[in-house]
């Protein structure tokens, strides 16, 4: 169990939209920054977002990130094939003194 | 550019020791903080631990507590995880990760670890 709650999955057409929601508490999200990170089939995770909303350089605007509470959102659009991957939110938890991710979101870009 | 290199993994036995080591390059190691993040077969992303850039502070998760020490040399850009007591559970591809607490921004490509009899 996670502590950090994510959709196991989501799908949608090519060229569409698709947002991953990532929730947690006040000792997480709702106090320190959420990183976002893609890991692409048999490879190590990359960042993806960072400080909540930043993109590191290389990657496309087509990539954003939202917090608002103690909720995260990524944001994806124009769905290409190889966006097809693993998605997760990662943050640290000043109650637990530890990192902590989200399960994971699978998405496919049917 | 960055550049974090895990060895150290193999197959080992229950209640056997293992260290991985993670060589960092193409930053100054010692201004940052370091992570060990593992993920098992099939399964989505686990904390293990985190390192101070100058070893001052460790935390661990409570999966791996009073089992697995956390480490660094500045001196040689090097990353440590020393295992000890190790179970089936434990069975995960390493990844040695740079960061501190506002993110985890560059990942090595992982060493795995194989806990059987």
């Known amino acids: 169990q996670s502590v950090l709650t994510q959709p196991p999955s989501v799908s949608a057409a090519p060229g569409q939209k698709v947002t991953i929601s990532c929730s947690g508490s006040?000792?997480?999200?709702?106090?320190?920054?959420v990183s976002w990170y893609q890991q692409l089939p048999g490879t190590a995770p990359t960042l993806l977002i960072y400080?909540?909303?930043k993109r590191p350089s290389g990657i496309p605007d087509r990539f954003s990130g939202s917090k608002s509470g103690t909720s995260a959102t990524l944001g994806i659009t124009g769905l290409q094939t190889g966006d097809e991957a693993d998605y997760y939110c990662?943050?640290?938890?000043?109650?637990?003194?530890?990192?902590?991710f989200g399960g994971g979101t699978k998405l496919t870009v049917l | 550019q960055v550049q974090l290199v895990e060895s150290g993994g193999g197959v080992v036995q229950p209640g056997r020791s293992l260290r991985l080591s993670c060589e960092a390059s193409?930053?100054?190691?010692?201004?940052?903080?370091m992570h060990w993040v593992r993920q098992a077969p099939g399964k989505g992303l686990e904390w293990v631990a985190i390192?101070?850039?100058?070893?001052?502070?460790?935390y661990y998760a409570d999966s791996v507590k009073g089992r697995f020490t956390i480490s660094r040399d500045n001196s040689k850009n090097t990353l440590y995880l020393q295992m000890n007591s190790l179970r089936a559970e434990d069975t995960a591809v390493y990844y040695c990760?740079?960061?501190?607490?506002?993110?985890?921004?560059?990942w090595g490509q992982g060493t795995l670890v194989t806990v059987s009899s």
């Open positions: 193409g930053f100054t190691f010692n201004s940052y903080g």
């Open positions: 990662g943050t640290w938890d000043s109650s637990l003194s530890a990192w902590v």
């Open positions: 006040s000792s997480n999200i709702g106090n320190n920054d």
């Open positions: 400080e909540n909303n």
């Open positions: 390192i101070w850039y100058d070893g001052s502070n460790k």
């Open positions: 990760a740079r960061g501190l607490i506002r993110e985890i921004d560059y």
